[in-house]
């Protein structure tokens, strides 16, 4: 069992940063790989970012267009979602996930079988 918790979440203006950690426990040592994945209001929840073990494999979703990164530090069990140029449109709830294994298709929030409990990103224009 792996434990997330999430946090970093708040209110910023159009522009600004935020940068999200989330913090595993339980079984932590192990390959498993991290992910952020995102819901607003009324919306579904939909993919923003994947890391792999080693940190050495990412994506991201199209639609952050280069604005976020994720990293991770093994050492301390924690996973980083830089968020930079933050827009409006970026408002959601975001929840980190843990996969055993690099899942196949990473963006498929049913791949991954741990999850936070959400932090909640609020940008004002």
């Known amino acids: 069992q792996v434990q997330l918790v999430e946090s970093g979440g708040g209110l910023v203006q159009a522009g600004g940063s935020l940068r999200l950690s989330c913090a595993a426990s339980g079984r932590t040592f192990g390959p498993y790989a991290m992910g952020w994945f995102r819901q607003a209001p009324g919306k579904e929840r939909e993919f923003v970012a994947a890391?792999?073990?080693?940190?050495?494999?990412?994506y991201y979703a199209e639609s952050m267009n280069g604005r976020f990164t994720i990293s991770r530090d093994n050492a301390k069990n924690t996973g980083y979602l830089q968020m930079n140029s933050l827009k409006p449109e970026d408002t959601a709830v975001y929840y980190c996930a843990a996969a055993w294994r690099f899942p196949r298709r990473y963006s498929d929030s049913g791949e991954y079988g741990y999850w936070g409990q959400g932090t909640q990103v609020t940008v004002s224009s």
């Open positions: 890391i792999n073990w080693s940190g050495g494999r990412t």
